[in-house]
């Protein structure tokens, strides 16, 4: 005699909450405008709509001004919130903002990275250079963590995340100041590299993680 089938019961089906896709709108739409703001500012300094000789005052450079800053603080606020890292918007934004800038409307030097007219520019570039790409270096730095360490305090060690994100900041930083020096060459950067990996490895060997 068989027993008679037991009637299945329906499989709830995951509940996705409303909280859930209003908190991920004001997310892409920061993301969206942060877009169209890299867009516009390189758009505007590719098509060279804007340049040194333009007056202070000429709507294109405030345009391009706004844009810039823009950029800078709607790419790296949502980061510095995200990751809770004091002064990483202030250090990305102002980096953003005068990297753009300085490109835009400083002539470019022509002699090396000694002659007096042109040291502060190099100078003035190539601290913009390290202050925006150590900013933007820090999230990919904090997010390789997980699989390039396999103690939990070096993964989430955001202390980590920054120490390196500056070293790449120094890197680009001295790659503008060989470019100065008119001694940049592959050897050189790779020199470079090198260094700043040796000097990595010394940190992660005697420098303690942070609790």
Same mark, same amino acid.
């Given at each position: ?27 892409? %739409? =920061? #993301? @969206? !405008?942060?877009?169209? $703001?890299?867009?516009?500012?390189? *758009?505007?300094? /590719?098509?060279? +709509? ?73 100078? %003035? =570039? #190539? @601290? !913009?250079?390290?202050? $925006?790409?150590?900013?933007?270096? *820090?999230?990919? /730095?904090?997010? +390789? ?67």
């Amino acid at each position: 005699m068989t027993t008679p089938a037991q009637p299945q019961m329906p499989t709830a089906e995951p509940v996705r909450s409303k909280g859930e896709g209003a908190s991920r709108r004001p997310a892409l %739409l =920061l #993301a @969206a !405008a942060a877009g169209l $703001c890299w867009a516009g500012s390189l *758009t505007l300094l /590719a098509l060279g +709509a804007v340049g040194p000789l333009q007056p202070i005052t000429a709507p294109e450079r405030l345009i391009f001004s706004v844009l810039a800053l823009g950029a800078g603080l709607l790419t790296f606020v949502p980061i510095q919130r995200q990751l809770q890292v004091p002064g990483l918007a202030l250090e990305g934004t102002a980096g953003t903002f005068l990297l753009l800038y300085t490109l835009t409307f400083v002539p470019a030097p022509t002699g090396w990275l000694l002659s007096p007219p042109d040291a502060p520019v190099y100078a %003035l =570039l #190539a @601290a !913009a250079t390290f202050w $925006c790409v150590s900013a933007l270096a *820090t999230w990919p /730095a904090h997010a +390789a963590g997980p699989r390039i360490f396999r103690q939990r305090a070096r993964q989430y060690d955001l202390r980590r995340a920054r120490r390196q994100a500056h070293e790449i900041g120094a890197l680009a930083a001295l790659c503008i100041g060989l470019a100065g020096l008119r001694v940049l060459t592959l050897f050189g950067v790779g020199l470079l590299i090198l260094i700043l990996i040796v000097t990595e490895l010394l940190f992660l060997s005697f420098v303690e993680t942070e609790t």
